[in-house]
């Protein structure tokens, strides 16, 4: 079997062949003298010195976040244990819980948008997307097409399935301390927010069917069927 040389095995080669060169024309007067052999460990630290990359400037620091008292509630450790999540998806499995305990805790369900979702964590619209598509594909969120009124995506909206949650909250979240006579959404726009849902997949191709018709056109038109008599 074939392997590879090593750096000392290379080293003593050059030195013998510099060795038997010397031996054949002489040495110059002007020439330095063949280097010692290098040990293992000293020549792998020589290597790492010339071929590693040189630690980087440290980033500038950002501002702290602002105290706003927001805070994530429960979630099940099995978010965490997840081997096929990353850790981006994590965190975006976190942002989305503490979005929806602030706007629905009762349903479990809000409307958000994934220019939301981009300020929020940071990330690109491409990354974002990346990291629904994980949580979905594991079965810890339901997302849905928001259209409204017009051929263009108004948003998502998500809902929080049962393997997010720890089991003591798969039911319900804890109540907030609300007067219980006050009406639980304003009735102002009730007739002015008006929208469809539409599953994501069904919506993937709805958005395919214009690319599909503008190909269709630039096919030339087929032969005519031949007639026997």
């Known amino acids: 079997m074939h392997t590879r040389p090593t750096e000392a095995d290379i080293m003593e080669q050059a030195r013998q062949a510099m060795a038997a060169r010397?031996?054949?024309?002489?040495?110059?007067?002007?020439?330095?003298?063949?280097?010692?052999?290098?040990?293992g460990d000293e020549a792998r630290r020589l290597r790492s010195l010339r071929c590693c990359?040189?630690?980087?400037?440290?980033?500038?620091?950002?501002?702290?976040?602002?105290?706003?008292?927001?805070?994530?509630?429960?979630?099940?450790?099995?978010?965490e244990d997840d081997l096929n999540l990353t850790d981006g998806a994590?965190?975006?499995?976190?942002?989305?819980?503490?979005?929806?305990?602030?706007?629905?805790?009762?349903?479990?369900?809000?409307?958000?948008?994934?220019?939301?979702?981009?300020?929020?964590?940071?990330?690109?619209?491409?990354?974002v997307q990346r990291y629904l598509?994980?949580?979905?594909?594991?079965g810890y969120i339901g997302v849905e097409v928001i259209r409204a009124g017009t051929r263009m995506c108004a948003g998502l909206l998500v809902e929080l399935?049962?393997?997010?949650?720890?089991?003591?909250?798969?039911?319900?979240?804890?109540?907030?301390?609300t007067n219980p006579d006050a009406t639980?959404?304003?009735?102002?726009?009730?007739?002015?927010y008006k929208y469809t849902l539409i599953a994501r997949q069904n919506w993937?191709?709805?958005?395919c069917n214009a690319i599909w018709e503008a190909y269709m056109k630039t096919l030339p038109p087929p032969p005519p069927f031949p007639i026997t008599v």
């Open 53 to 79: 990359h040189l630690p980087a400037e440290p980033k500038p620091r950002r501002p702290s976040p602002h105290p706003s008292g927001a805070y994530i509630p429960e979630l099940a450790a099995r978010v």
């Open 204 to 207: 993937a191709v709805k958005c």
């Open 133 to 138: 598509r994980q949580l979905e594909r594991e």
């Open 90 to 127: 994590r965190r975006c499995a976190r942002k989305l819980a503490e979005y929806i305990y602030c706007r629905n805790r009762e349903g479990r369900t809000a409307e958000i948008t994934v220019t939301y979702l981009m300020a929020a964590l940071g990330k690109c619209r491409r990354t």
């Open 184 to 192: 639980q959404k304003s009735q102002n726009n009730r007739y002015r």
């Open 22 to 39: 010397i031996a054949r024309d002489g040495r110059r007067h002007d020439a330095s003298p063949c280097p010692a052999a290098i040990p």
């Open 161 to 177: 399935l049962a393997p997010l949650f720890p089991r003591h909250r798969r039911e319900n979240w804890p109540q907030t301390r």
